[in-house]
């Protein structure tokens, strides 16, 4: 069993930075894979960022790649989401998840668990 909350959302304007935060709880937090999806209302919540059980391997959403990067510190059960040049269309509610398997970080029906989202809002 693993417990996420995320946090470090807020009001940013255009361009600005923001770093969100997720706390994992249980012991087995080291061998999931990890991802980072959003939802902006009335959208399907989509993939934003992923990262392997080492660290070794990261993938982006087209939309977000060389703005965003992900990492994380086994050590204490945390992973990170960097974003930079934010735009407004980064507007949106972002969860962090955790994949048992860590084989199918883009897919958000593999994962197993959730947290319940942090409100980011870029304004123009």
């Known amino acids: 069993q693993v417990q996420l909350v995320e946090s470090g959302g807020g009001l940013v304007p255009a361009g600005g930075s923001l770093r969100l935060s997720c706390l994992a709880f249980?012991?087995?937090?080291?061998?999931?894979?990890m991802g980072w999806f959003r939802q902006a209302p009335g959208k399907e919540r989509e993939f934003v960022a992923g990262i392997n059980w080492s660290g070794s391997s990261t993938h982006y959403g087209e939309s977000v790649k060389d703005r965003f990067t992900i990492s994380r510190d086994n050590a204490k059960n945390r992973v990170y989401l960097q974003m930079n040049s934010l735009k407004p269309e980064d507007t949106g509610v972002y969860y962090c998840?955790?994949?048992?398997?860590?084989?199918?970080?883009?897919?958000?029906?593999?994962?197993?668990?959730w947290g319940q989202g942090t409100q980011v809002t870029v304004s123009s």
């Open positions: 998840a955790a994949e048992r398997d860590g084989t199918d970080l883009r897919n958000l029906y593999a994962y197993d668990y």
């Open positions: 249980g012991r087995t937090f080291t061998y999931y894979g």
